[in-house]
């Protein structure tokens, strides 16, 4: 499995994963792609996170939005610091009118905020037509326990 770069920038990780089919992602290789995207998220570029999303996604959230959306949850739950992955998940999605059919993937992870405060953050990964597994979504919410 390769990963490939979302960015032209060589300082740029990679976030997409490709693979034969759907059905041989390693999900360690997801981990990766998924540290990847929150660590530029963490680093306040999340347009550059949207510039290497699926275009079935892109289709659907502009760029500014999709970067405004992530300010705006990254500072009512602040930026996290460690983060340990917790589940790794595959799903066929049928499609919806705010989620495009196919195969997705997504990776949780439980991080800590400010020393003592808990969130959940999730990056999903579509299969895309091509057959390259790309960011699809990032969510981040106060962890309820």
Same mark, same amino acid.
């Given at each position: 499995?390769?990963?490939r770069?979302i960015?032209?920038c060589?300082l740029?990780?990679?976030?997409?994963?490709?693979?034969?089919?759907?059905?041989?992602?390693d999900?360690?290789?997801?981990?990766?792609?998924?540290?990847?995207t929150?660590?530029?998220i963490?680093?306040?570029?999340?347009?550059?996170?949207?510039?290497?999303m699926?275009?079935?996604?892109?289709?659907?959230? @502009?760029r500014?939005?999709?970067a405004?959306?992530?300010?705006?949850?990254?500072?009512?739950?602040?930026t996290?610091?460690?983060?340990?992955?917790v589940? &790794?998940s595959?799903?066929q999605?049928?499609?919806t009118a705010?989620?495009?059919a196919?195969?997705?993937? @997504?990776?949780?992870?439980?991080?800590? &905020?400010?020393?003592?405060?808990t969130v959940?953050?999730l990056? @999903?990964?579509?299969?895309?037509?091509?057959?390259t597994?790309?960011?699809?979504?990032?969510?981040?919410? @106060?962890?309820?326990?």
């Open positions: 499995m390769k990963i770069p960015a032209a060589l740029t990780l990679a976030t997409c994963c490709t693979a034969a089919s759907a059905q041989d992602v999900p360690g290789a997801l981990v990766k792609a998924a540290q990847a929150v660590q530029q963490d680093e306040g570029r999340a347009a550059s996170v949207w510039d290497g699926s275009a079935a996604v892109k289709q659907r959230v @502009s500014k939005d999709f405004e959306a992530i300010a705006r949850s990254r500072q009512s739950l602040g996290p610091g460690v983060r340990y992955w589940t &790794v595959r799903q999605a049928a499609g705010s989620i495009p196919g195969m997705y993937s @997504s990776v949780e992870f439980e991080s800590l &905020v400010g020393g003592s405060k959940r953050e990056v @999903s990964f579509r299969f895309d037509e091509d057959n597994w790309r960011a699809s979504g990032y969510t981040v919410r @106060s962890d309820a326990r």
